[in-house]
């Protein structure tokens, strides 16, 4: 996605999760699209994330705390005075199918997906409502379909993507909501979801476009949904998933058809 020059120049935007893998790569995009850049993670980035010259801020939060996070974006207002996009990246689970682990440990799943991106955007709202911001939260393609050993991290996606349309209604005009709906990412992190190399373009390969997405690949739909290009963009989920995923009938339907 090609956007005209530095489309976020003057604004200022907080990055959940933003330390590492897809949130640090959203980051950067900001970054080279001329924002000043807060990044929110309760551990502090092992480098900078910096682009276009730049870096990112870092500022520590546990966002499931409604009180860390009144004093994240208090901490925003002091420093910047302003905040136009708040994306909502930081999440993440274990596999660990539902009969194992307890209620507890699948609730704190969705407590990290669902609850804490609420959380964090309730505090930032009248920041965003005086700037006519936006907030982005970053979804899953585990919301929209069975999610095998992630059940828990499924059912807070869907929520989520839900919770975003809710709030694009009742926050209306001055707040957009929307969400990317996120397939497979290639990060740092990959070996740890796909295995070796050779799992990774196994897996690759099953992707209609032929690869993972990279960071920067879900950036750049994060800096489209942020700029003033995507002014009457609110309530929407865009898919970031590189076609999807290749439905498991076509291949038991034709394996004794002729070519």
Known sequence: MELDGRVLDGRVAVVTGGTRGVGAGIARSFLQ???EVVLCARRPPQEPVAAAGREA????????????AEGLFESVARRHGRLDCLVNNAGGTPYRPLGEGGAERHARVVELNLLAPMTASLAAYPLLRAARGS??????VSGTRPSPGTAAYGAAKAGLEHLARSMAVEW???????????????????HLHYGDEQGITAVAATVPLGRLAEP??????????????????????LLVHGGGERPAFLDAATVNKEA
Do not use: C, H, K, W
Not at 135 to 140: D, F, Q
């Open 135 to 140: 907030v982005v939260m970053i979804g899953s």
């Open 57 to 68: 801020s870092y500022l520590p939060a546990d966002l499931r705390d409604p009180a860390a």
């Open 172 to 190: 209306a005009p001055e707040v957009r909501v929307n969400t990317l709906v996120l397939g497979m990412v290639r990060t740092e992190l990959a």
């Open 216 to 237: 920067a690949d879900v950036g750049a739909a994060a800096v489209f949904l942020a700029s003033q290009q995507a002014r009457y963009v609110s309530g929407a989920s």
């Open 33 to 35: 699209a001329g924002a």
